[in-house]
């Protein structure tokens, strides 16, 4: 896992970004910001995190439900786990082994559970692509993303194109994946045919098994479902941003209650589209800078901003860690192995070495 280079590329990607992070924070008043902050908004705020989770799983339940049907409670568990496993584990080690850990619980194929985890991530994306469209006559979005081109040396229609380009042209190729398979099929047969004997059938069964998962795309009812629940992730998480700012008296420096709800949700915008950036568990170094310039050119003090942008992420990674490490130690259950199994399975995908197990 050490020596892999997505590895090495997301500890780089975190030290530039936290080394830009620092280089615009003003050390000393960003202290001086974070011991006269009011700490008492973050309860309310980690509620309002927790209704994220819930409308995150919830959309979960309808991605899988081609493939099954687990209650409620019990995915929760597993999202939470997942969660958890991505804040401390590199390299979105979390995706692998929340897929793991829901065929251990549920029997639902590994490998099509994890084509429902990339279907959640690309519409994460497309929900937040949609919201900065819709903040755009709200917000000076251009003269935004001029600055962080400007902080990261990057022409900013570049930034900006390569911070959603991506997320389009997945939800393309998957859609066309769903609905088209049988040029997928053809293709998956074509490489088969070139692989040694023993390792065809296994390939085309992992290959069958990933359409699988995207068979929820098939339906525009389900796709429209997915895309509604993606809008309440994202603003139950801009209102945690929200509560929490009030604990740094940013509603002051931005010019208000209403100026306040708007800056957060642009922030949860450009912060979360930052993270698909390469970096540690967590999005450590991306969500900070993303997160901080924003608020800065919205008009936020450099040591607000900053201090806020720690607070925040910390408020975002800590709850479900803890909870997710409650729900295992509650079951007994080890978090390395559940770590060396998910990776176990990886490694038996990546080779090919017999089936996904599960339905």
Sequence with gaps: MLRAPR???????????????????????????????????????????????????????????????????????VMAVGYMANNLLPVRLGELVRAYFLWERERISKTSALATILVERVFDGLALLLLALLMWSFTPMSTILQSLGQETGINWLVLTLGLSIPFFLAVGVLLVVAWFPKPTVGIMLGVARVLPVRLRAPAIDLGVRFLNGLAVLKSPGRLGAILLLSLPVWLAEAGMFAVIGLGFGLHHELGGASALGAAMVLTVVVANLGTSIPSTGGGVGPFEFFSSATLQTLGASASSASAFSIVAHMALLAPVTLLGLAYLWGDNISLLRLARESRRSEVAVGHMHGTDGGG
């Design 7 to 77: 590895f090495w590329l997301g500890v780089g990607g975190s030290l530039v970004f936290l080394g830009l992070f620092l280089w615009r924070a003003d050390p000393p008043q960003m202290l001086h910001a974070l011991l006269q902050a009011n700490y008492w908004y973050i309860f309310p705020g980690g509620a309002l995190y927790f209704l994220a989770l819930w409308f995150r799983t919830l959309r979960w339940r309808v991605i899988l439900s081609p493939l099954g049907h687990p209650p409620l409670a019990r995915l929760w568990t």
